[in-house]
């Protein structure tokens, strides 16, 4: 197939290239191995050239499933992610992804069809103007008006996805524009005079953190994805150790600092350990590490690190000072600004007794729950998971009760090995979320942990791990409800439970048969220990379907508005 | 606060619909904005006049703007020594008797007429815009029929004072 093209291609013109064939180059070029996509009408060009190609396409089932996966494969490789869609309805499918990409500084790169340019905004059939809408929600996107300019907006948007603050890119090809032939030039390069990102940090204020370690008392670091973005676990475990620095961390930064470390004092936040959120209460030297000072982090700015003097490494400008002013502000990249700080460590402070009282912290106030011999404790499920698969398992989540859960007991030693939607919080990430990072890391076991409910929102994937016989395995943690919605009522709104109960659900063993792939109930421990064995055994997808306490809460948990030393459910 | 910013910008399509736009999002109040040619045809320059709460807010504009792939350079202009002109059309309704009053009116804010029709006259005036709405509140109470302004365009002087009162910004 391949030799005819290349004959047929020789034969009519040999200078001429299509902008379909041009975009194959283009991924290339990029040295990309998979595109997770879906066909329609104005990518029917694209979609011909990459048959020639015999690139590596997975076709998702939704165009949303294409784009979690996407960002799933990235978040695990550290290379963009490559997303096709058609114009129209196959754009705006996208959308929740990359708004969900953009607030988790997620690269992808992310080609749209558009209609023909002689009808673009006649509202053509299946026109959209992708462009407008994914302004706010791109770090840049383009359309591509003339094939000459494809090769070097694709090595624009490569560039810009996946350096600085990572995150989506968009490119809309208009069907004339793949169709069109060209000559080949030489590659122009990138020409981007309005983005340079800073890498390396201004070695003053470097200094000036260094200085502020030696007169500080009780510092701790709150490490976020940025840390992960950057690949800076090792330069972040060794200036730690050096200078003795407990080390909270966001939800997106889990796995950059290991759980198992003593210094690791776990997840800070709305449902963070006691240790954490009460270091970052009572510090008097805060270092930020590529963490954005979210709100579900902070609780209320008011009580947040009043004591404090504010560091803040980041690799986004914007960033320092947003939401929490910053003494020390650092632009650069985690990695070069730990290594430098690494580079320049002489002398150090004596840190020890604020090290010893948050380690009673941790020792008597562990994350916590009540057992109960007649029923599936979720928490329980997760230490399962990762006593089975020896915590080196890649787990994907979705997102509400689930995710804190998973998050809380899934000990991550390891980075990348975590992917959850954190700012967005999208239901449905997950599992296809979980599709991508094992075309991307098929060497590591993957779990998907999703919900009843969120599982619900992008199932037809199931449809891929079928056609690719992916050994994905899925554990539901059922507990007929939407949990996290379902435990705000409770709390806040006097237990009317208003459409968050899901009584009426599929049977989704039976479902899974459907799709050819084995399922499983579990209502007990040692059921979802024999399942999970054997799942991971057998190396072919699995559904587990597992039935957990209908009405267990997350805990501990800080209301809106409160402080992180207002926690209520620190006792379980 | 009011604040001048003031932005060169890459000559593309989009450019000021993803100005405007990040404004949009973060929830920033436009009060006016120009756009222009500058010296170099590929790039434009874009001034804003915004109203914000405080410094970290106008820090955050000025970083947001500054994050934007095709904007090249942000400035604050609002604590430096510049130059800022507005340019404004009235079109005010005149009798025979208020005619050469209106004309004698005028002189000192160095206004021209434009346009004389029986019944109201279109003046031209230019200046910052304390100026031009005095210019207006004079004229007011002859009946003003119609009133166009440009909006703020601004430039720092050649000579700016060496020593700066200025809050700094955490970076930049």
Same mark, same amino acid.
């Given at each position: 197939?391949?030799?005819?093209?290349?004959?047929?291609?020789?034969?009519?013109?040999?200078?001429?290239?299509? !902008?379909?064939?041009?975009?194959?180059?283009?991924? &290339?070029?990029?040295?990309?191995?998979?595109?997770?996509?879906?066909?329609?009408?104005?990518?029917?060009?694209?979609?011909?050239?990459?048959?020639?190609?015999?690139?590596?396409?997975?076709?998702?089932?939704?165009?949303?499933?294409?784009?979690?996966?996407?960002?799933?494969?990235?978040?695990?490789?550290?290379? %963009?992610?490559?997303?096709?869609?058609?114009?129209?309805?196959?754009?705006?499918?996208?959308?929740?992804?990359?708004?969900?990409?953009?607030?988790?500084?997620?690269?992808?790169?992310?080609?749209?069809?558009?209609?023909?340019?002689?009808?673009?905004?006649?509202?053509?059939?299946? /026109?959209?103007?992708?462009?407008?809408?994914?302004?706010?929600?791109?770090?840049?996107?383009?359309?591509?008006?003339?094939?000459?300019?494809?090769?070097?907006?694709? +090595?624009?948007?490569?560039?810009?996805?996946?350096?600085?603050?990572?995150?989506?890119? *968009?490119?809309?090809?208009?069907?004339?524009? @793949?169709?069109?032939?060209? /000559?080949?030039?030489?590659?122009?390069?990138?020409?981007?005079?309005?983005?340079? %990102?800073?890498?390396?940090?201004?070695? =003053?204020?470097?200094?000036?953190?260094?200085?502020?370690?030696?007169?500080?008392? +009780?510092?701790?670091?709150?490490?976020?994805?940025?840390?992960?973005?950057?690949?800076?676990?090792?330069?972040?475990?060794?200036?730690?150790?050096?200078?003795?620095?407990?080390?909270?961390?966001?939800?997106?930064?889990?796995?950059?600092?290991?759980?198992?470390?003593?210094?690791?004092?776990?997840?800070?936040?709305?449902?963070?350990?006691?240790?954490?959120?009460?270091?970052?209460?009572?510090?008097?030297?805060?270092?930020?590490?590529?963490?954005?000072?979210?709100?579900?982090?902070?609780?209320?700015?008011?009580?947040?690190?009043? +004591?404090?003097?504010?560091?803040?490494?980041?690799?986004? %400008?914007?960033?320092?000072?947003?939401?929490?002013?910053?003494?020390?502000?650092?632009?650069?990249?985690?990695?070069?600004?730990?290594?430098? *700080?690494?580079?320049?460590?002489?002398?150090?402070?004596?840190?020890?007794?604020?090290?010893? &009282?948050?380690?009673?912290? +941790?020792?008597?106030?562990?994350?916590?729950?009540?057992?109960?011999?007649?029923?599936?404790?979720?928490? $329980?499920?997760?230490?399962?998971?990762?006593?089975?698969?020896?915590? !080196? @398992?890649?787990?994907?989540?979705?997102?509400?009760?689930?995710?804190?859960?998973?998050?809380?007991?899934?000990?991550?030693?390891?980075?990348?090995?975590?992917?959850?939607?954190?700012?967005?919080?999208?239901?449905?990430?997950?599992?296809?979320?979980?599709?991508?990072?094992?075309?991307?890391?098929?060497?590591?076991?993957?779990?998907?942990?999703?919900?009843?409910?969120?599982?619900?929102?992008?199932?037809?994937?199931?449809?891929?791990?079928?056609?690719?016989?992916?050994?994905?395995?899925?554990?539901?943690?059922?507990?007929?409800?939407?949990?996290?919605?379902?435990?705000?009522?409770?709390?806040?709104?006097?237990?009317?439970?208003?459409?968050?109960?899901?009584?009426?659900?599929?049977?989704?063993?039976?479902?899974?048969?459907?799709?050819?792939?084995?399922?499983?109930? @579990?209502?007990?421990?040692?059921?979802?220990?024999?399942?999970?064995?054997?799942?991971?055994?057998? $190396?072919?997808?699995?559904? *587990?379907?597992?039935?957990?306490?209908?009405?267990?809460?997350?805990?501990?948990?800080?209301?809106?508005?409160?402080?992180?030393?207002?926690?209520?459910?620190?006792?379980? | 606060?009011?604040?001048?910013?003031?932005?060169?910008?890459?000559?593309?399509?989009?450019?000021?619909?993803?100005?405007?736009?990040?404004?949009?999002?973060?929830?920033?109040?436009?009060?006016?904005?120009?756009?222009?040619?500058?010296?170099?045809?590929?790039?434009?320059?874009?001034?804003?006049?915004?109203?914000?709460?405080?410094?970290?807010?106008?820090?955050?504009?000025?970083?947001?703007?500054?994050? &934007?792939?095709?904007?090249?350079?942000?400035?604050?202009?609002?604590?430096?020594?510049?130059?800022?002109?507005?340019?404004?059309?009235?079109?005010?309704?005149?009798?025979?008797?208020?005619?050469?009053?209106?004309?004698?009116?005028?002189?000192?804010?160095?206004?021209?007429? *434009?346009?004389?029709?029986?019944?109201?006259?279109?003046? /031209?005036?230019?200046?910052?815009?304390? $100026?031009?709405?005095? =210019?207006?509140?004079?004229?007011?109470?002859?009946?003003?029929?119609?009133?166009?302004?440009?909006?703020?365009?601004?430039?720092?002087?050649?000579?700016?004072?060496?020593?700066?009162?200025?809050?700094?910004?955490?970076?930049?």
């Amino acid at each position: 197939m391949k030799a005819s093209w290349v004959a047929e291609k020789n034969s009519v013109e040999t200078s001429l290239v299509s !902008g379909a064939e041009l975009f194959i180059q283009g991924l &290339q070029n990029e040295e990309v191995d998979v595109l997770f996509g879906y066909p329609g009408g104005a990518v029917l060009p694209i979609y011909d050239a990459l048959y020639k190609a015999e690139m590596k396409h997975v076709l998702t089932r939704h165009e949303q499933g294409a784009i979690h996966a996407a960002q799933g494969y990235a978040r695990v490789t550290g290379k %963009p992610g490559v997303v096709l869609a058609t114009s129209g309805p196959g754009a705006t499918n996208l959308v929740t992804g990359i708004a969900d990409a953009m607030i988790d500084s997620i690269p992808l790169v992310i080609f749209t069809g558009q209609v023909a340019t002689n009808v673009i905004g006649t509202d053509a059939f299946q /026109e959209a103007d992708i462009v407008g809408i994914t302004m706010p929600i791109t770090k840049h996107n383009y359309q591509v008006q003339r094939a000459e300019d494809l090769p070097r907006i694709m +090595k624009e948007a490569f560039h810009i996805a996946n350096t600085g603050r990572k995150g989506p890119v *968009l490119i809309d090809i208009p069907k004339d524009v @793949a169709v069109k032939t060209t /000559e080949v030039k030489e590659h122009p390069g990138i020409h981007l005079p309005g983005y340079q %990102p800073t890498l390396k940090p201004n070695i =003053l204020q470097v200094k000036r953190l260094n200085e502020a370690l030696l007169q500080a008392k +009780k510092p701790v670091l709150l490490t976020g994805a940025g840390v992960l973005a950057a690949k800076a676990e090792k330069e972040l475990a060794a200036f730690a150790e050096y200078h003795q620095i407990p080390v909270a961390q966001t939800l997106l930064g889990l796995g950059g600092f290991a759980a198992e470390h003593p210094l690791c004092l776990g997840m800070a936040g709305m449902h963070g350990t006691y240790a954490a959120n009460m270091a970052l209460y009572d510090c008097d030297l805060l270092i930020g590490v590529g963490a954005r000072f979210d709100d579900r982090l902070t609780g209320n700015l008011d009580h947040f690190a009043k +004591k404090a003097m504010i560091a803040h490494i980041d690799i986004d %400008p914007a960033e320092i000072g947003k939401n929490v002013p910053t003494e020390i502000p650092i632009v650069g990249c985690a990695k070069e600004t730990l290594s430098a *700080l690494n580079q320049i460590a002489a002398d150090k402070g004596d840190y020890s007794d604020w090290v010893i &009282q948050l380690s009673q912290f +941790k020792s008597e106030y562990p994350l916590t729950y009540k057992t109960n011999e007649s029923e599936l404790k979720p928490q $329980k499920l997760m230490q399962i998971l990762h006593e089975v698969t020896q915590g !080196g @398992a890649i787990v994907a989540t979705d997102v509400g009760q689930h995710q804190m859960w998973a998050a809380q007991y899934y000990r991550f030693s390891d980075p990348n090995r975590w992917i959850t939607s954190g700012g967005l919080g999208t239901m449905g990430f997950g599992f296809p979320a979980a599709i991508g990072a094992k075309v991307g890391r098929p060497e590591l076991p993957v779990i998907a942990v999703v919900g009843d409910g969120g599982f619900q929102m992008t199932l037809q994937e199931l449809g891929v791990l079928q056609d690719w016989g992916l050994p994905v395995i899925v554990v539901i943690v059922n507990n007929k409800s939407l949990g996290m919605v379902r435990q705000w009522q409770e709390i806040f709104y006097e237990k009317r439970f208003s459409h968050s109960l899901l009584d009426i659900q599929p049977d989704f063993v039976k479902l899974a048969s459907a799709y050819g792939i084995d399922g499983k109930l @579990a209502t007990t421990e040692e059921e979802v220990r024999e399942a999970l064995t054997a799942a991971l055994a057998s $190396k072919k997808p699995f559904v *587990l379907d597992c039935v957990v306490s209908a009405d267990e809460n997350v805990y501990p948990m800080i209301a809106p508005g409160k402080g992180l030393h207002e926690m209520i459910g620190v006792r379980g | 606060m009011r604040r001048i910013i003031s932005a060169t910008v890459l000559n593309e399509s989009g450019v000021l619909n993803r100005l405007t736009g990040l404004l949009t999002k973060r929830q920033f109040n436009i009060e006016n904005i120009t756009v222009g040619h500058t010296e170099d045809p590929a790039v434009s320059k874009v001034t804003l006049t915004v109203w914000v709460e405080d410094d970290r807010k106008a820090e955050q504009l000025v970083k947001q703007l500054h994050k &934007q792939i095709n904007i090249l350079k942000v400035r604050d202009l609002t604590n430096m020594a510049l130059v800022s002109r507005e340019l404004a059309l009235i079109k005010v309704l005149t009798t025979p008797d208020t005619r050469s009053e209106i004309k004698m009116l005028i002189e000192p804010f160095r206004a021209t007429v *434009l346009d004389v029709s029986l019944e109201n006259v279109t003046l /031209e005036v230019t200046g910052d815009s304390e $100026k031009i709405d005095a =210019l207006i509140e004079l004229l007011r109470p002859y009946g003003i029929k119609e009133i166009s302004r440009t909006g703020v365009t601004a430039i720092p002087r050649g000579t700016q004072k060496k020593v700066l009162e200025l809050h700094p910004y955490s970076i930049m």
